[in-house]
């Protein structure tokens, strides 16, 4: 049984720092990606980093150059390091998986394609005040 759990959101002023923890379970080794996503009040949920099972990594446009996301595959953990946040990244936080057969578009999740994802976590909170 597959289960996705996030954890690691919080507040914090604006040009801090956040490293978002993402706890999978259930797949074999390497056969899943993740993608982050994150949705804020009053708007559509939006992807926002997902690495493949090859460790291909994408990022929408508005986070490059600021957040890294990384997975540890002996632990099964996703990370998504956010630096510099702005006061628009606050937001629920969610992690997805999908079996690397589903032939996710890891990359157009960054770009607001469908998303093809088959577990999700509950979300975690992030606020970032100005």
């Known amino acids: 049984r597959v289960s996705v759990a996030e954890s690691g959101g919080g507040s914090v002023q604006a040009g801090g720092s956040l490293r978002l923890t993402c706890r999978v379970s259930?797949?074999?080794?390497?056969?899943?990606?993740v993608a982050w996503f994150r949705q804020a009040p009053g708007k559509q949920r939006a992807g926002v980093a997902s690495?493949?099972?090859?460790?291909?990594?994408y990022y929408a446009d508005s986070v490059k150059g600021r957040f890294t996301i990384s997975r540890d595959d002996v632990d099964h953990i996703v990370y998504l390091q956010m630096n510099n946040l702005k006061p628009d990244a606050t937001a629920v936080y969610y992690c997805?998986?999908?079996?690397?057969?589903?032939?996710?578009?890891?990359?157009?999740?960054?770009?607001?394609?469908?998303?093809?994802?088959?577990?999700w976590g509950k979300g975690t909170l992030v606020t970032v005040s100005s």
């Open positions: 259930g797949y074999p080794y390497r056969a899943y990606g």
């Open positions: 997805a998986a999908a079996t690397k057969l589903a032939g996710v578009d890891y990359e157009g999740i960054c770009r607001g394609n469908n998303y093809g994802m088959d577990y």
């Open positions: 690495v493949d099972s090859d460790e291909d990594k």
